[in-house]
C-alpha cells in the first residue's frame, strides 16, 4: 500500500497534568503516516484526488491550539479520530513526542495506529 507522511511537525499546545503545564505552551511533534492510494493523483497530477499534507498539517496545528488536555494519549487519540472524519484516512498511525517532557530523554510519546475496519 502506498502513503504519505508528515515527519516532524512541531505545534505547540496547552497539555500536562500539572498546574504549571496548564499556564503555558508546550511544543509538540507529530509523525504521521498515512495510507492512501497514489495510482490515481499521479496519474491525473491532481491534488484533489491525494492527501493534502499542508491541509492536514494545518488541521493538526489548529487542532492543538483548540483543545486542550491533561494526557498525550487523550489529544493523539482524539486528535486521529477527527482527522481520520475530516480527510477520509482509513488507516493512520500517528505519533507524538512531547521533547522535554523527561529531561534525561530527547522526547517522550505515543505511537497509535488504526484501521477502520
Known amino acids: 500500500m502506498d502513503a504519505v507522511f508528515i515527519e516532524g511537525l512541531q505545534t505547540q499546545a496547552v497539555i500536562g497534568v500539572y498546574d504549571w503545564e496548564k499556564k503555558i ?3 509538540l511533534v507529530f ?15 491532481d491534488l484533489e ?20 488536555f491533561e494526557l498525550i494519549e487523550t489529544l493523539a487519540e482524539r486528535l486521529l ?13 500517528l505519533t507524538l513526542r512531547k ?8 522526547a517522550v510519546g505515543v505511537k497509535i495506529r488504526r484501521r477502520l475496519s
Do not use: W
Open 81 to 93: 479520530e477527527s482527522l481520520m472524519a475530516k480527510f477520509s484516512l482509513t488507516e493512520v498511525e
Open 49 to 68: 484526488k491525494t492527501l493534502d499534507y499542508e491541509a492536514i498539517s494545518n488541521y493538526i496545528t489548529a487542532y492543538c491550539q483548540e483543545h486542550v
Open 25 to 27: 505552551k508546550q511544543t
Open 99 to 106: 521533547p522535554g517532557a523527561v529531561p534525561a530523554a530527547s
Open 31 to 45: 509523525d504521521l503516516v498515512m495510507n492512501h492510494d497514489n495510482r490515481l493523483p499521479a496519474a491525473t497530477d
